[in-house]
């Protein structure tokens, strides 16, 4: 399945040059007045708005003077070194009354699009990175303080040698179909009368063909033959790989688990076609086009199949 634009921090324009990081002065490029920025404060990030669009892309200038709690490097883009750089989460609030700046959360970028579109997976990148770091300050291993190695794709720790690397956690994301109905489901916390995929984290030493199964025999109470992956989307809240794919119902009587869902019901095509367009008649709708789970439900309404 060929990646849709409008799916959120999935287009990343940067060459990561990981044969930079073994070495450099890091502290010279961020001052050197060639290098960009791509700044995170809190949840937030920190754009520069321009007189047609925002960029996450700041010049170094734009820093002076902030004092900047973790340094990462990120890569190039069109040969220019491009750095990861975290403020403190009040300084982003302290941002939002300069308004040559945006400062705004993620997914509102991923949904309204301020900056052009292959700068919204450098966000992810970059607050994946940089949020890792802040939570990752002392060792796993012995509890002694680390500190960042390979430009910041790495931290170490010099009391027991440890060497700590970024992780993503990987998830499943399914649609599944039975015929000309396919399973969708919510939780509490969606908006109201929306519906989407089921999804759930990857188990240790599990498939990700497997994980599909059992979260919706556990979710929904329905066995599930055939997996077919279809696409993939970075998710950096904190740092998940959203894994997305169509699966085969082998039954249709639903067993709910209410601890994790509100409800979920299978939707014929015609209905769900409905649901994306906006004009379903009860008012139910699916996920925005920055989600996988909109792309997912699009392929099947439009087709595809868990069988190929």
């Given at each position: 399945?060929?990646r ?11 060459d ?10 890091y502290?010279?490029?961020a ?13 937030s ?12 892309l ?7 003077g ?8 990120l890569?190039?883009l ?24 945006l ?62 690397f ?55 109470g ?43 019901r ?25 989600a996988i ?16």
């Amino acid at each position: 399945m060929t990646r849709p634009l409008e799916l959120g921090f999935a287009v990343n324009l940067l060459d990561r040059s990981g044969a930079e990081r073994e070495e450099g002065d890091y502290a010279q490029i961020a001052a050197h007045p060639d290098t960009l920025h791509v700044v995170i404060s809190g949840e937030s990030a920190v754009l520069l708005n321009g007189s047609e669009q925002a960029t996450a892309l700041l010049p170094a200038a734009r820093l002076a003077g902030e004092t900047v709690i973790e340094r990462t490097f990120l890569g190039r883009l069109d040969g220019r070194p491009v750095l990861g750089a975290l403020l403190e989460a009040a300084r982003g609030q302290e941002l939002k009354d300069d308004l040559s700046l945006l400062v705004t959360d993620l997914r509102s970028i991923a949904i309204e699009r301020p900056v052009p579109a292959g700068e919204i997976g450098l966000l992810a990148q970059a607050k994946s990175l940089l949020h890792w770091h802040l939570r990752r300050r002392h060792c796993a291993n012995c509890g002694a303080r680390t500190s960042p190695a390979q430009a910041g794709q790495r931290r170490d720790c010099a009391a027991c040698g440890a060497q700590h690397f970024p992780r993503t956690d990987p998830v499943t994301i399914m649609l599944v179909a039975r015929g000309d109905h396919c399973l969708l489901g919510r939780q509490s916390r969606f908006v109201q009368g929306s519906y989407s995929c089921l999804a759930g984290f990857v188990s240790p030493g599990e498939t990700i063909e497997d994980a599909v199964r059992r979260e919706v025999r556990e979710e929904a109470g329905i066995r599930v033959g055939k997996v077919r992956y279809m696409l993939s989307q970075p998710w950096p809240f904190p740092s998940s790989l959203m894994i997305g794919c169509l699966g085969e119902a082998l039954e249709e009587t639903l067993t709910i688990d209410f601890d994790e869902l509100e409800d979920a019901r299978w939707f014929p095509r015609e209905e769900v076609a409905a649901m994306l367009e906006r004009r379903h008649e009860g008012g139910l709708i699916t996920p925005p086009q920055m989600a996988i789970a909109h792309h997912l439900i699009r392929a099947w309404v439009d087709g595809a199949s868990p069988t190929g």
